[in-house]
């Protein structure tokens, strides 16, 4: 994903110079940057800028307007989806660290039970016998 990243800048750089149309296609490589330094998956828009970036390099702007255009909407939609994802990162993260620390006190409560449950399974087929007493008397 960074390489990507480093192509689409490099590539940037390249076209700003040539075309006017930098403001949304900048504007997609902030919100890509942003979003994928959250954590975000945004490798479809990657690869859209992409396209949009060779249609660019063989001077076929409007379709590559389009699909820098379309990259934006759905980045931008992202972005508005951010506090959300990161709300949902964070409990997933609580819950994982609920888990993983309920794993002792879980093992410390049902443990002796269980071993008591199989210790009387494993013993169920024995019989007592009665003894009889000695007697210690002499």
């Keep these: 994903m960074k390489k990507a990243l480093v192509i689409i800048t490099v590539l940037l750089t390249t076209v700003a110079e040539a075309t006017p149309v930098s403001e949304p296609l900048s ?5 890509i940057e942003e979003l994928s330094s959250e954590g975000m998956n945004v490798t479809a828009q990657i690869h859209t800028l992409n396209k949009a970036l060779e249609l660019y ?3 076929r702007t409007t379709e590559a307007d ?4 379309e990259a934006l909407q759905q980045l931008e939609y992202l972005h508005d989806q951010l506090p959300q994802y990161k709300l949902h990162k964070l409990l997933f993260l609580g819950a994982q660290l609920a888990t993983f620390f309920s794993i002792p006190l879980l093992f410390y409560y049902f443990f002796p039970r269980v071993y008591a449950l199989a210790w009387a399974y494993v013993r169920r087929d024995w019989t007592v016998k009665k003894v009889k007493k ?3 008397r002499r």
């Design 66 to 69: 389009a699909l820098v255009n």
């Design 57 to 59: 390099r063989l001077n």
């Design 134 to 136: 000695r007697d210690n």
């Design 27 to 31: 504007r997609a490589v902030m919100l």
